[in-house]
């Protein structure tokens, strides 16, 4: 079977990737669907808050998750594509264990079918759409 090219792979499909790596906590996983310039915009979380650019970047970010073992997950409930190309995903921000912390809403661009900007907030879709920042 061939393997598909980025071109060819859907948006929801890069960014479902993306968050199906944060959740195994796979960086190769997480790197795939990214562009080199990725500028990453992680929710403020354990007091770290700030932009991350390119793969080292993101390499940086990922070395520090989980700190005091409180590993988080994301339960995605919707990954949609606004009419100007972005990807929203919204769910839930979780502990491992499944508790429930926050809600989560990403906003995501692609560019030559890699993430090329991450925008993370503690936000549900609704408010998301209310505040201008997806359609």
């Known amino acids: 079977m061939a393997s ?10 890069a960014v479902s990737a993306w968050m199906d790596a944060f959740n195994a906590r796979h960086l190769d996983g997480l790197l795939a669907p990214l562009h080199p310039d990725i500028e990453l915009h992680p929710p403020r979380l354990n007091g770290r808050a700030g932009a991350y650019h390119g793969h080292d970047g993101v390499r940086e970010w990922f070395a520090q998750l989980d700190p005091g073992g409180l590993e988080q ?12 190309g972005r990807v929203l995903a919204a769910g839930t921000l ?6 429930a912390i926050a ?4 906003i995501h661009r692609l560019e030559d079918g890699l993430i090329i900007d991450a925008r993370h907030y503690f936000s549900d879709q609704t408010m998301l ?4 920042i997806f359609p």
């Open 4 to 13: 598909l090219t980025r071109a060819a792979i859907a948006p929801e499909q």
């Open 129 to 132: 759409q209310r505040l201008g």
């Open 94 to 99: 979780c502990l491992a264990d499944q508790t």
């Open 73 to 84: 997950q994301i339960d995605l409930s919707a990954v949609e594509v606004a009419a100007d």
């Open 103 to 106: 809600p989560f809403g990403a």
